[in-house]
């Protein structure tokens, strides 16, 4: 399994980021797909989550209406669109093959500055 994120940066608050996902290595088609994140400090937190072909999506409280996640398998890519964006949404953020975040990328880091 090898996942690898993008899309990270430093943001205004209010602003917006994309988040992309490439996964390889399995068979992407059949598995739901979770992003997570981990601010400066704090443990693992789930974010969102899309079923295996993205008819189905779930969200974390505090992201629910700002956040939007969907899935190409053509291209075995995932996203998170991220609107509105808040301080607390600084983290480093993972895609990952379980809501846990036990097998995920490296992560990419996204900064909102107030």
């Known amino acids: 399994v090898q996942l690898v994120e993008s899309g990270g940066g430093l943001v205004q608050s209010g602003g917006s980021l994309r988040l992309s996902c490439a996964a390889s290595g399995f068979i992407f088609e059949r598995f ?38 969907s899935r190409d398998n053509a291209k075995n890519l995932v996203y998170l669109q991220m609107n509105s964006l808040k301080a607390e949404d600084t983290a480093l953020y993972h895609c990952a093959t379980d809501r846990m975040g036990t097998d995920r990328g490296q992560g990419t880091q996204v900064t909102v500055s107030s």
Not at 42 to 48: A, I, N, P, Y
């Open 32 to 69: 739901y797909i979770h992003w997570v994140r981990q601010a400066p400090g704090k443990g693992l937190e789930w974010v969102s989550t899309i079923s295996p072909t993205g008819s189905r999506t779930d969200y974390a409280d505090h992201v629910k209406g700002r956040f939007a996640i």
